[in-house]
């Protein structure tokens, strides 16, 4: 237990970085979903075309690194808002559950694309500030910092979106109510286009932090963390999704960590804390950690 | 006399002809091309997600024939391989070797270049009683009925064994913390070392598993973890990237542990995913990876990698690597047992025959076959190589 307890701190401070990755994710579920009832399975792969562009861009094209990242991050938004407008927009006629089947297949012809052009296990991008310093009990490296520093930053930005600008205004609406929405004049189809390139760069951002190590096989993890995170915070709750995110990362760290060192089961499969906190949070509070409810839809 | 003559010159002509004939045949014995081919089939994964793994197979085994066929083929007959793609997928290498064994008439099959695929013609080769030669490691490939297949790769169990005596009898250390990719590869690895560690009077004191895209910061509390059983060296069973991230976590953390890997790093892409903290990592893996610098030039073993690198480098002008040299050990054994056995063998001769391979000299190492052994290789066909300054290098012993 001493020893569980000694490890504490590493594993706190492992757990809120992988939590941001998940709260970067899940927002962009959670994005989507609000504004268009979508539930996008292609999530996941925004962000391993993050770290695959910012590879590309920083590696092989040899451009200085907070250049290649902001880029990456436009690439990817840019792979959202031409995923909308070829595969989704076309498909608003003929009901969300086509166009959630849609993105399932956009998720597998993604993955394709990145093995085609990226095919080896993994790409290591440049690290933004190499190096590690020690926190009381937890060593952590550099990167972390970049870690919650960006996600923080990229919370605060979407804040001020959705509360602050016309559109941000708009995207609200259609979250309440989409028929009416469209009666106040707003363009929802122009909502949804919005909304895929958010999540995009969102997802992006966290597959380019994520890194050192990008490859095309990681969005199919991403894609299932960040949608368990967005489900535990509550789906549809754009900020649910930092609760969410953040209560996934820290356990999966330490109930792993704990099985380990007290009770001397090593296990490892820390996918499967994801999947039981899914079911657990699925059957007992479906609406989520922070949700009030699906009465408020009807 | 006048209606005899013409049969007289009807029978001379038919002598005549039939000597031409005959003499047309005996020209035939002295060359060799119109000798009957043998016909030996070949499955991989030249697409797909093993396509790193067929293509240098592919160029590897039709590089042999080419060179075989150049020299007369076996006793005159030419070996002809049909190759056909799985695209890594079970079903297609099930339906491929079908196709094989029911249309072509093959008197045996290499393949395939995954595990998944060799399970799937394993069970055709053994109902249809064909030989066949696999290319892949899996653990599970052996179990069951092992008549009909033989593999030409080191295992799990030869590595393992290799690793845990490098650390044993050079690191002089008792304590093992073990993390495993949870996947195919780190759990036939896994299996191996908790089963073989107290023969080589160790313990294995953590036993973790990862998964191979984790984190980071993930990868840090699985040594964390590892770390309060205080073990004295980490042994590592992956592939990339894990072991790399775990390499760099180390390093950052400040772990002066050793730091043994598997046969699984050893490509170039470990050392470019570790950077510096791939200096100092020890695994084992086939002598063919720093031939040049293990084997003592004018043997066997030397002299026949050197040849192959040659010849590879020559065609396709690139390096030979681990799986072009498994591809072209599936064919030699093959030919060189049709060489013992002569050209016109039944799968079952010829079987039988692959059995008997004592001592053949491949690019992986020797090979023993025995009814009990379809593996091939032992611990001492691999050597331990430590990476210094970014390059292979024998591990000092």
Redesign the interface.
């Known amino acids: 237990m001493l020893d569980f307890l000694r490890n504490c701190p590493q594993y706190l401070a492992n757990g809120l970085a992988n939590g941001c990755l998940y709260v970067l994710v899940a927002m962009g579920f959670n994005i989507i979903y609000n504004s268009t009832g979508i539930i996008n399975f292609a999530q996941g792969e925004f962000s391993m075309f993050g770290g695959l562009f910012a590879y590309a861009l920083a590696v092989s094209a040899g451009l200085p690194l907070p250049l290649a990242a902001l880029l990456a991050v436009l690439a990817t938004a840019a792979v959202g808002g031409i995923m909308e407008r070829a595969m989704i927009y076309p498909l608003r006629r003929a009901g969300v559950l086509t166009a959630i089947i849609a993105t399932v297949g956009a998720s597998i012809f993604f993955k394709s694309l990145g093995r085609v052009f990226w095919p080896s296990e993994a790409y290591k991008v440049p690290e933004f500030t190499p190096g590690t310093f020690r926190l009381p009990g937890a060593t952590v490296s550099r990167q972390f910092l970049w870690v919650i520093g960006l996600t923080v930053i990229c919370v605060a930005l979407v804040y001020v979106f959705f509360s602050r600008t016309r559109a941000g205004k708009a995207m609200r609406a259609c979250s309440v109510n989409r028929q009416a929405a469209t009666l106040v004049g707003i363009n929802v189809s122009r909502m949804s286009l919005y909304s895929f390139i958010l999540a995009a760069a969102l997802g992006g951002a966290a597959g380019l932090i994520s890194a050192p190590f990008a490859s095309y096989g990681m969005g199919l993890e991403m894609g299932v963390k960040g949608f368990t995170a967005s489900v535990v915070g509550g789906l549809g709750n754009t900020f649910g999704a930092v609760v969410g995110g953040l209560v996934l990362g820290l356990l999966e760290e330490l109930i792993p960590g704990f099985l380990t060192v007290v009770l001397g089961v090593s296990t490892g499969y820390k996918g499967a804390v994801a999947a039981i906190i899914l079911i657990a949070v699925l059957l007992f509070r479906p609406q989520g950690l922070l949700g009030r409810g699906m009465v408020e839809k009807v | 006399m006048s209606k005899v003559k013409p049969l007289l010159v009807l029978l001379a002509v038919a002598v005549l002809a039939g000597s031409l004939l005959a003499l047309s045949g005996c020209g035939g014995e002295e060359g060799t091309t119109t000798k009957k081919p043998i016909k030996i089939g070949v499955v991989l994964s030249e697409s797909g997600a093993n ?2 793994l067929g293509k240098p197979e592919r160029n590897a085994i039709e590089l042999f024939v080419e060179r075989l066929n150049a020299n007369g083929g076996i006793k005159g007959h030419p070996v002809e391989v049909i190759i056909k793609d799985d695209q890594s997928d079970s079903n297609k290498a099930q339906q491929a070797v079908i196709e094989l064994l029911e249309q072509e008439d093959v008197v045996a099959v290499i393949g395939s270049s995954g595990t998944g695929p060799t399970l799937a013609m394993k069970q055709e080769t053994s109902k249809r009683q064909v030989p066949q030669v696999c290319m892949a490691a899996g653990a599970n490939i052996m179990e069951g009925d092992i008549t009909w297949i033989f593999r030409t790769p080191p295992t799990a169990t030869e590595a393992g064994k290799k690793a845990l005596e490098y650390i044993s009898d050079v690191l002089k250390v008792k304590r093992v913390a073990l993390l495993y990719d ?1 996947n195919a590869f780190g759990t036939d690895g896994k299996n191996v070392v908790e089963k073989e560690a107290a023969s080589f009077g160790l313990e294995v004191v ?13 990868m ?3 040594l ?2 590892v770390m ?1 059983a205080a073990p004295e060296v980490i042994l590592v069973w992956g ?3 894990g072991p ?2 775990i390499a760099k976590r180390m390093r ?3 772990i002066n542990l050793p730091y043994v890997g598997s046969h699984g790093i050893a490509n170039q ?1 470990f050392i ?2 570790a ?1 510096e903290a791939a200096n100092g990592v020890v695994f084992p893996a086939g002598k063919m990876l720093i031939y040049e610098k293990v084997l003592e030039p004018g043997s066997p073993e030397y002299e026949f990698i050197k040849d192959f690198d040659e010849a590879y480098r020559e065609k396709y002008g690139q390096p030979i690597n681990t799986f072009a040299g498994h591809g072209w050990d599936a064919i030699l054994i093959i030919t060189e047992a049709l060489k013992r056995v002569g050209p016109d063998a039944t799968p079952e001769e010829l079987r039988d025959e692959i059995e008997r391979t004592e001592g053949l000299v491949g690019t992986a190492g020797i090979f023993n076959y025995s009814p009990q052994d379809h593996n091939g290789l032992s611990p001492d066909d691999l050597v331990m190589v430590e990476i210094v300054n970014s390059q292979w290098e024998p591990a000092e012993r």
């Open positions: 396509e790193p949870t953590a036993s973790e598993g990862y998964q191979t895209n984790d984190t980071e910061e993930t840090d509390t699985h964390t973890n309060t592939t990339n990237p790399a991230i950052d953390k400040g892409q470019q995913l950077g």
